[in-house]
């Protein structure tokens, strides 16, 4: 059974960092694309980062970019996801995802794995 299980969250003030964690289990996710998604009260999921297990390349939704990054080590199939610079707006519950089928994807039926999810909060 595969499984996307994420750790890291936590409460943390505006200019702090948090480092978000993603351990993923049942099957190797090394030639395919793993990304961040948020979800805040209220809003739709939205793309956070995403990165390509074969060549490392990236990429990252506009709110983010400069101020986030994600990387993998695929030979323990995890992924990583460094926040620094966090605002108030960052405030949301933070899923990691696996896609099979598609090298740098967007949206969320691009992907084919979700994890539970973990509580990112931003105080002012």
């Known amino acids: 059974q595969v499984q996307l299980v994420e750790s890291g969250g936590g409460l943390v003030q505006a200019g702090g960092s ?38 490392g390349n990236t990429r990252y939704a506009n709110s983010v970019k400069g101020r986030f990054t994600t990387a993998r080590d695929n030979a323990k199939n995890t992924m990583d996801l460094q926040m620094n610079t966090l605002k ?22 691009d992907y084919d794995y979700w994890g539970q999810g973990t509580q990112v909060t931003v105080s002012s």
């Open 18 to 55: 948090l480092r978000l964690s993603c351990a993923a289990s049942g099957r190797a996710f090394s030639n395919d694309a793993m990304g961040w998604f948020r979800q805040a009260p209220g809003k739709e999921r939205e793309f956070v980062a995403v990165i390509n297990g074969l060549d």
């Open 88 to 109: 108030p707006e960052d405030t949301a519950v933070y899923y990691c995802a696996a896609s099979t089928r598609y090298y740098l994807p967007l949206a969320t039926g």
